[in-house]
């Protein structure tokens, strides 16, 4: 058994004057209490903020510096980890307990070697040595689907693209065959037809070594095909725990309910989402009431009298909940805002021109070549983009999905002339009838205000010397020169807002955020500048549910009043499926299938689109089967 018995973690913020409960700390966990076995699933969910990824590095005592432990202990089989130097802590972690980090890109080493790293994590964990352990790492990579593992063990981590990195972390965190696993949003960046590879790889792991899988994540149909137990986290505290069969068809926690309306539904394409009103409440205070009650649609007067205790339901000694209205919170459903049809997400509501026209695009990369063949002036080719065409139509979302390596993120900066200079383009790509291929230098400049990216790696894409605020200015000074300081200032400040951002946000450094809300700061800077055309790589991949409608919602609004084109990079059909009029499938650089959403989800012709879609993990009854 793990377990944690009343955990409270504070960690200094920066800037702030320290002491213990005073105004510079922030009060991450409060007397967090769990517990994982052998052999079972539990995942812990909510919303970016709320104490997931901070729980987990407790757990492995990987706690930012300064941070200090309150109160209570963590246990591994009845010994208390907290009391271990940290040479004992060294063996627990990773050979006892591993852990998938939420950040592949920042995890891995830039200059080792992928196989180096696992040689590290094998070697210093089991007997294996020398070519026996180069062996097990080509049969790890090769057992988290990385194609021809035999020769990607020798490549660093920039040849790879996000979703083989996030598969190159969990190669590692299973290499030694841990007891317990914490998984930190393990599929975030991979395609669906990858996400069922790895679930199943862990099921089958779970099963053959009894494995403990404490798994954090905001997906939650992943939640309901492979949890036991789920404990739903908000604010530093866990307000309701049950078992999944419990929390799926009956959630009794107001937020729990909010959270399963937000999912991304199919049917509505453009319309509004049941996005929760706010955000989680700031953790440097100290609360005396309810802490969901400002964004709860049963507060009543009683909620603010104290914080509640976490009970267990009459009955249910299993099912506790974290609500003063707990008897009588599994009444009625809760009211949520009904759902919007956007005059847009007709396919009729576009222009007669295309705002986006790309022509038989192609982009190939330099191979490294021999001495020889650089001597006879012979240069290889890697073509990652083939002869791809698509048109884009104001207020239209064309959605291109396919799995992680197809050329889909290359496409998307090909399409911003993102890779002059480091790969060989062809085609066109014509931006309100201009080609964007032949443009240079302040022309080039100019139709970029008009079109704008959301790159899929938040924190590599955030520039950490700076302050939120002048990232999002940044911009604005270079595209939007016209607008003086107060009219910037105004314009962030009502970007913030719609993405869910406070105004002190502007002031902090970006490695002071989750992922969920770098994300958020890397969306207002894409859309601060008022582009025409929005090419969006994962915007939601680190995104939990709430947040996540907010964000769709917010891109359905601006559509509808902007005409804003969108081209939607991603692997979550559950977001094509809400947002995009378009689909087209990519498959080895080629587009292999396209079409509208009803034609390519509904009768889809290729082989490859029917084994996309088969793989999408759903929340139904039956999924409910598949932890077994």
Same mark, same amino acid.
């Given at each position: 058994?793990?377990?944690?018995?009343?955990?409270?973690?504070?960690?200094?913020?920066?800037?702030?004057?320290?002491?213990?409960?005073?105004?510079?700390?922030?009060?991450?966990?409060?007397?967090?209490?769990?517990?994982?076995?052998?052999?079972?699933?539990?995942?812990?969910?909510?919303?970016?903020?709320?104490?997931?990824?901070?729980?987990?590095?407790?757990?492995?005592?990987?706690?930012?510096?300064?941070?200090?432990?309150?109160?209570?202990?963590?246990?591994?089989?009845?010994?208390?980890?907290?009391?271990?130097?940290?040479?004992?802590?060294?063996?627990?972690?990773?050979?006892?307990?591993?852990?998938?980090?939420?950040?592949?890109?920042?995890?891995?080493?830039?200059?080792?070697?992928?196989?180096?790293?696992?040689?590290?994590?094998?070697?210093?964990?089991?007997?294996?040595?020398?070519?026996?352990?180069?062996?097990? @790492?080509?049969?790890?990579?090769?057992?988290?689907?990385?194609?021809?593992?035999?020769?990607?063990?020798?490549?660093?981590?920039?040849?790879?693209?996000? !979703?083989?990195?996030?598969?190159?972390?969990?190669?590692?965190?299973?290499?030694?065959?841990?007891?317990?696993?914490?998984?930190?949003?393990?599929?975030?960046?991979?395609?669906? +037809?990858?996400?069922?590879?790895?679930?199943?790889?862990?099921?089958?792991?779970?099963?053959?070594?009894?494995?403990?899988?404490?798994?954090?994540?905001?997906?939650? =149909?992943?939640?309901?095909?492979? @949890?036991?137990?789920?404990?739903?986290?908000?604010?530093?505290?866990?307000?309701?725990?049950?078992?999944?069969? @419990?929390?799926?068809?009956?959630?009794?926690?107001?937020?729990?309910?909010?959270?399963?309306?937000?999912?991304?539904?199919?049917?509505?394409?453009?319309?509004?989402? =049941?996005?929760?009103?706010?955000?989680?409440?700031?953790?440097?205070?100290?609360?005396?009431?309810?802490?969901?009650?400002?964004?709860?649609?049963?507060?009543?007067?009683?909620?603010?009298?104290?914080?509640?205790?976490?009970?267990?339901?009459?009955?249910?000694?299993?099912?506790?909940?974290?609500?003063?209205?707990?008897?009588?919170?599994?009444?009625?459903?809760?009211?949520?805002?009904?759902?919007? +049809?956007?005059?847009?997400?007709?396919? +009729?509501?576009?222009?007669?021109?295309?705002?986006?026209?790309?022509?038989?695009?192609?982009?190939?990369?330099?191979?490294?070549?021999?001495?020889?063949?650089?001597?006879?002036?012979?240069?290889?080719?890697?073509?990652?983009?083939?002869?791809?065409?698509?048109?884009?139509?104001?207020?239209?979302?064309?959605?291109?999905?396919?799995?992680?390596?197809?050329?889909?993120?290359?496409? !998307?900066?090909?399409?911003?002339?993102?890779?002059?200079?480091?790969?060989?383009?062809?085609? =066109?790509?014509?931006?309100?009838?201009?080609?964007?291929?032949?443009?240079?230098?302040?022309?080039?400049?100019?139709?970029?205000?008009?079109?704008?990216? $959301?790159?899929?790696?938040?924190?590599?894409?955030?520039?950490?010397?700076?302050?939120?605020?002048?990232?999002?200015?940044?911009?604005?000074?270079?595209?939007?020169?016209?607008?003086?300081?107060?009219?910037?200032?105004?314009?962030?400040?009502?970007?913030?807002?719609?993405?869910?951002?406070?105004?002190?946000?502007?002031?902090?450094?970006?490695?002071?955020?989750?992922?969920?809300?770098?994300?958020? $700061?890397? $969306?207002?800077? =894409?859309?601060?500048?008022?582009?025409?055309?929005?090419?969006?790589?994962?915007?939601?991949?680190?995104?939990?549910?709430?947040?996540?409608?907010?964000?769709?919602?917010?891109?359905?609004?601006?559509?509808?009043? +902007?005409?804003?084109?969108?081209?939607?990079?991603?692997?979550? $059909?559950?977001?094509?499926?809400?947002?995009?009029?378009?689909?087209?499938?990519?498959?080895?650089?080629?587009?292999?299938?396209?079409?509208?959403?009803?034609?390519?989800?509904?009768?889809?012709?290729?082989?490859?689109?029917?084994?996309?879609?088969?793989?999408?993990?759903?929340?139904?009854?039956?999924?409910?089967?598949?932890?077994?």
């Amino acid at each position: 058994m793990l377990s944690l018995d009343e955990l409270s973690v504070d960690v200094p913020v920066q800037g702030g004057h320290g002491g213990q409960g005073g105004e510079g700390w922030l009060h991450a966990l409060d007397r967090l209490q769990l517990s994982l076995a052998r052999g079972q699933t539990f995942a812990l969910v909510g919303e970016s903020g709320c104490g997931k990824s901070m729980t987990a590095l407790a757990l492995m005592r990987l706690l930012p510096g300064g941070a200090v432990v309150q109160g209570g202990q963590i246990r591994l089989d009845e010994q208390a980890l907290l009391d271990l130097p940290e040479s004992a802590m060294r063996r627990v972690r990773g050979g006892r307990i591993g852990m998938i980090f939420q950040e592949p890109g920042t995890s891995l080493n830039p200059v080792l070697r992928v196989g180096e790293q696992l040689l590290e994590a094998i070697e210093t964990h089991t007997a294996l040595r020398g070519a026996a352990a180069r062996l097990k @790492a080509i049969d790890w990579l090769r057992r988290v689907g990385i194609p021809e593992p035999e020769r990607r063990i020798d490549d660093y981590p920039f040849r790879l693209s996000g !979703g083989q990195k996030q598969r190159v972390m969990i190669a590692m965190a299973l290499a030694a065959e841990p007891d317990y696993l914490i998984a930190d949003e393990p599929t975030t960046a991979l395609d669906v +037809t990858i996400q069922r590879q790895v679930l199943d790889l862990l099921k089958d792991l779970q099963r053959e070594q009894h494995l403990g899988l404490l798994l954090i994540t905001h997906d939650l =149909a992943v939640v309901a095909g492979m @949890a036991h137990h789920v404990a739903l986290m908000y604010a530093g505290q866990i307000v309701e725990v049950a078992s999944a069969e @419990a929390f799926f068809a009956a959630p009794r926690h107001p937020y729990a309910r909010l959270l399963l309306q937000a999912l991304p539904a199919r049917g509505r394409p453009g319309g509004q989402l =049941a996005a929760i009103a706010g955000s989680v409440p700031p953790l440097t205070q100290r609360f005396t009431a309810c802490r969901f009650a400002p964004r709860c649609p049963s507060a009543q007067a009683r909620c603010q009298e104290g914080e509640p205790a976490l009970l267990a339901l009459p009955g249910d000694a299993d099912h506790a909940l974290r609500c003063v209205m707990a008897p009588l919170v599994a009444a009625p459903e809760l009211s949520v805002a009904p759902t919007a +049809t956007s005059a847009l997400s007709a396919s +009729t509501a576009v222009l007669p021109q295309p705002v986006l026209n790309v022509e038989h695009l192609g982009v190939a990369y330099p191979l490294p070549a021999n001495v020889w063949a650089r001597l006879r002036g012979e240069q290889a080719w890697f073509e990652a983009v083939k002869d791809v065409s698509f048109e884009l139509h104001a207020g239209q979302t064309l959605a291109l999905v396919g799995e992680s390596g197809c050329g889909k993120t290359t496409t !998307g900066r090909a399409v911003l002339q993102l890779l002059r200079g480091s790969a060989r383009l062809t085609g =066109a790509v014509r931006l309100d009838g201009a080609d964007l291929c032949s443009l240079e230098g302040p022309t080039l400049r100019a139709a970029r205000a008009k079109i704008q990216m $959301i790159f899929q790696d938040p924190f590599a894409s955030l520039n950490p010397r700076w302050r939120v605020g002048e990232i999002l200015e940044e911009g604005l000074r270079a595209l939007r020169p016209e607008l003086g300081t107060a009219a910037r200032r105004q314009r962030i400040l009502a970007m913030c807002d719609q993405v869910g951002l406070s105004e002190h946000v502007l002031a902090r450094w970006p490695h002071e955020f989750s992922g969920g809300q770098r994300q958020r $700061i890397a $969306i207002a800077r =894409a859309l601060v500048v008022e582009p025409r055309v929005l090419v969006c790589d994962e915007p939601t991949s680190a995104l939990d549910v709430s947040v996540q409608a907010q964000i769709l919602n917010l891109l359905s609004n601006l559509q509808e009043r +902007t005409g804003i084109a969108m081209l939607l990079i991603t692997h979550n $059909i559950a977001v094509v499926e809400a947002v995009a009029q378009r689909i087209a499938v990519m498959q080895g650089g080629r587009i292999v299938e396209s079409g509208t959403q009803t034609a390519v989800l509904d009768q889809p012709q290729q082989l490859y689109t029917q084994t996309l879609l088969a793989a999408v993990p759903r929340i139904a009854p039956s999924s409910q089967t598949n932890r077994s």
